[in-house]
């Protein structure tokens, strides 16, 4: 029955003649599809988003909000886990960047692909910013208003600050709300370009496999893997709906947690802040969104906006842009291009540090010598490390091609002569093993079908607005991660050689 529906799409979709990546065996590990949780958690968003624009009044921007969570039903479900969303895919893009940048991803031929990835992070980031402004809340209204004081620093720019934000002061966010569009489709738009250039090369191999750029299968070995449909889709099916569960999962748990201290806010509490005209704003410390708390801890070191934007986001930036053209070494190892290695370490490390800096003294200005302490340690410390660290000296990638030839024509023996098979016995183990391990995975996924039916049951009895309306959230993010899992057990018993 499978194999019919199969047959079925890939006929009517041609399927076969779309240029998409065969993928190896050992290529279905989340690793290796950090790309596609990004672009799930991405899908959910833009989805979560057009509900959300339904009922989102720009001019009366915290009322809208509020209304959205208290009168709409299940509301809070779909903005908590919109944001949350956008939460999932900036952490996901990092891993997603900085896993490449160590994998030297960003080499020949994948030098566009690279750029293309580092300009969607950016527009994540101003997408991400928006979005959380139209929240119309106090911290949101401070958060706009650090943003239209840097804008409005720097010379002639400051004619463009009523363009860019409009008049959020009176709770209109009209122009806040046009640009987060603009942003998102912006990504859409790159978004497509990056994933037929990703599916043109494939995934970056095994360093066992290949050890030097230019670092792609040639089309003898990428026609020897799995076809894109209908094993990759499956995969990634079971991916979405993890990522999407998780996205409607914690949310909406956290949003039943008590008042949380000002340093766990920032990455906890999907409820808004009180309005920015109320006796409570008063009261609270204001501090951006979590994923701008480094940027906020760098204003603290300078008074100069201009300094404050070239050590903060210009030559970091710039880096990651020119880093395909900088790094000439075809090496891909880690340890044998030490100094881009430490680079990004200390990228990410100064990335961590400020975060939790800027959580924990929102504001305070940092005196230099402080800035220095703060700083030197880790860039000697790497430093140290990478010096001390010894290269990998021998090239594994040629004894890998030797021994994977080897095993080749062993296997072309064995299969032609199947007499010759040695320890007959211990394979007729190993295939019982893997034939149990798969009963077990069909039984798992029995199971997960069943409890995901009692939870569905369960849906339409939740009351769609008030305090119980967010298990709905949770309930249906359960379904999804268990969907999820089945799909992948699936793919485990149908595929699993």
């Not at 928006?130 to 958060?143: C, H, P, V």
């Not at 250039?197 to 995934?203: D, F, K, P």
């Not at 020897?224 to 079971?238: A, E, Q």
Request: proline letters at 7%; a neutral charge.
């Amino acid at each position: 029955m499978s194999d019919k529906v199969s047959s079925w799409f890939r006929e009517r979709l041609g399927l076969d003649d779309l240029p998409f990546f065969r993928t190896p065996d050992y290529m279905y590990k989340v690793n290796y599809w950090l790309g596609a949780l990004v672009a799930s958690a991405f899908i959910y968003t833009v989805i979560s988003g057009l509900i959300l624009l339904l009922y989102y009044n720009p001019d009366q921007g915290y009322e809208s909000t509020m209304f959205i969570i208290q009168s709409v039903p299940y509301g809070s479900v779909v903005l908590y886990s919109h944001l949350y969303g956008a939460y999932a895919m900036i952490i996901l893009a990092y891993v997603h960047m900085f896993r490449n940048y160590f994998a030297g991803a960003y080499k020949k031929p994948r030098e566009l692909l690279w750029i293309i990835g580092v300009i969607m992070l950016v527009l994540t980031l101003g997408t991400a910013f928006l979005g959380y402004s139209l929240i119309g809340d106090a911290l949101a209204t401070s958060a706009v208003d650090v943003g239209s004081g840097i804008v409005s620093s720097i010379p002639g720019l400051s004619g463009f600050v009523p363009i860019l934000f409009g008049n959020y002061d009176a709770g209109q966010y009209g122009r806040v709300l046009a640009l987060h569009i603009i942003f998102a489709a912006l990504i859409g738009v790159l978004f497509v370009f990056h994933f037929f250039l990703a599916e043109h090369y494939g995934m970056m191999p095994s360093r066992k496999e290949k050890s030097k750029a230019p670092a792609i299968y040639t089309k003898e070995e990428w026609m020897r893997f799995n076809p894109w449909w209908p094993r990759n889709f499956v995969y990634m099916i079971s991916l979405v709906f993890l990522t999407w569960g998780f996205i409607l999962l914690i949310p909406d748990a956290l949003a039943y947690l008590p008042s949380l201290p000002q340093q766990l806010n920032p990455f906890l509490n999907p409820k808004p802040a009180p309005p920015p005209n109320s006796p409570a704003a008063a009261h609270i410390t204001t501090y951006p969104p979590w994923f701008f708390l480094f940027l906020y801890k760098i204003a603290d070191f300078t008074s100069n906006v201009l300094i404050f934007l070239l050590i903060s986001s210009i030559i970091p930036l710039l880096y990651l842009i020119l880093v395909p053209f900088l790094d000439r070494s075809p090496e891909l190892h880690p340890l044998k291009r030490k100094v881009f290695t430490g680079i990004g370490i200390l990228m990410l490390t100064y990335l961590i540090q400020n975060t939790i800096w800027g959580d924990l003294t929102p504001g305070v200005p940092i005196p230099f010598n402080q800035q220095v302490m703060a700083f030197l340690p880790p860039a000697i410390l790497i430093a140290i490390g990478m010096y001390a660290l010894p290269s990998p000296k021998e090239d594994k990638s040629m004894s890998s091609s030797i021994q994977i030839t080897q095993q080749d024509n062993t296997v072309k023996i064995l299969a032609n002569n199947p007499s010759n098979i040695p320890f007959a016995n211990a394979s007729g183990k190993v295939e019982v093993k893997s034939e149990a391990k798969k009963t077990f995975a069909e039984i798992l996924i029995s199971i997960l079908f069943i409890l995901s039916v009692v939870l569905a049951a369960q849906l339409w009895v939740i009351p769609s607005t008030g305090f119980a309306s967010n298990l709905f959230g949770i309930d249906l993010g359960l379904i999804f991660i268990m969907l999820g899992e089945a799909i992948s057990l699936y793919h485990y018993v149908v595929y699993k050689k």
